[in-house]
């Protein structure tokens, strides 16, 4: 008896799935992320006057401290903490 090659010959199933892999991996390679940065956000990026008068009176208030002229106000604190803990 003699048995005639039936269905697929010559083709290795292993062979076909390596190449799947392959041009899966070529197609992730190709492609690319894109971030876009809406204006709004660029705005807010740029520095505000109230960071540039806060910085200011920052820097006022370190000069006070180093030279010793700095007053600090108790009753003032003791308010500003009340008031802010009673929120």
Do not use: C, H, W
């Amino acid at each position: 008896m003699k048995i005639n090659n039936v269905g697929m010959t010559g083709v290795n199933p292993y062979k076909l799935q390596a190449n799947k892999m392959g041009n899966i991996q070529e197609s992730k390679a190709k492609s690319s992320d894109k971030v876009e940065i809406s204006s709004a956000a660029k705005e807010m990026q740029q520095s505000s006057p109230i960071l540039a008068a806060r910085q200011a009176k920052v820097e006022e208030l370190k000069i006070q401290v180093e030279n010793g002229n700095y007053k600090l106000n108790a009753q003032a604190t003791a308010k500003g903490l009340i008031d802010f803990y009673r929120k």
